[in-house]
């Protein structure tokens, strides 16, 4: 027997598990995983406990799909890349969207680090299997892209811890970068010009020519 879901359901249950991956977020980031509960991330996301439950089953489910899912909208810029693509473009686009991310959601991106720096004790699996697998193919990619003489033959994995950590520090340590620049908060014009100085930076270090126009 097939049963049939309607697009209003479908619908429904999109706009339901956005709002209570956005609830789970804040708590997450505010209580740690050990602090957090489902109630007050039902309560967050304005949704009964039952509710919350049926869509991601339980909190230790709910904590790695959100660590994993905010992987994923980060790396999501290299997921297609091939050979065939510009470096210049591909790497200024993915450090250009990490930035972005780091300044709409800098919640996330401090969730993450605090489960690194506890040893990763729900992601191992995660940073093992998918992770890796999708750092060493987009490394043979831009080891090509330096055989071809379009980039120097930096270690692209170092590459991509680079322009990982150097994105999501505005985020992690934002309390650090404002006392130093004695402010109360970034701006959009600072996060233009530190994004800026981060695409120079690292496409000069690493040597990247924008590849020939086809005739």
Same mark, same amino acid.
Request: proline share 4%; glycine share 6%.
């Given at each position: ?154 270690? @692209? ?54 590849? @020939?126009?086809?005739?």
């Amino acid at each position: 027997m097939t049963i049939l879901i309607s697009p209003e359901a479908t619908q429904t249950r999109q706009r339901n598990e956005q709002r209570i991956f956005e609830a789970a977020e804040q708590v997450f980031a505010s209580h740690g995983y050990r602090g957090a509960s489902v109630q007050a991330i039902a309560e967050a996301a304005e949704l009964p406990k039952s509710n919350v439950l049926y869509y991601v089953g339980s909190k230790r489910k709910l904590y790695v799909a959100l660590l994993e899912r905010m992987m994923g909208r980060w790396n999501a810029m290299l997921d297609d890349i091939s050979v065939e693509d510009d470096p210049a473009e591909v790497l200024e686009a993915f450090i250009r969207s990490k930035m972005e991310l780091t300044r709409t959601h800098p919640q996330g991106s401090r969730l993450f680090a605090a489960e690194i720096l506890q040893g990763a004790p729900f992601l191992q699996d995660y940073l093992r299997g998918e992770l890796r697998e999708w750092v060493q193919t987009r490394a043979a990619v831009f080891k090509q892209w330096a055989e071809q003489g379009l980039m120097a033959p930096v270690d @692209p994995v170092w590459l991509i811890f680079l322009i990982w950590s150097s994105t999501q520090h505005y985020a992690d340590f934002e309390a650090q970068i404002l006392g130093i620049t004695d402010r109360e908060a970034l701006s959009a014009e600072d996060y233009e010009r530190i994004t800026d100085f981060l695409c120079r930076v690292i496409l000069q270090g690493c040597g990247v020519a924008r590849r @020939p126009e086809r005739v």
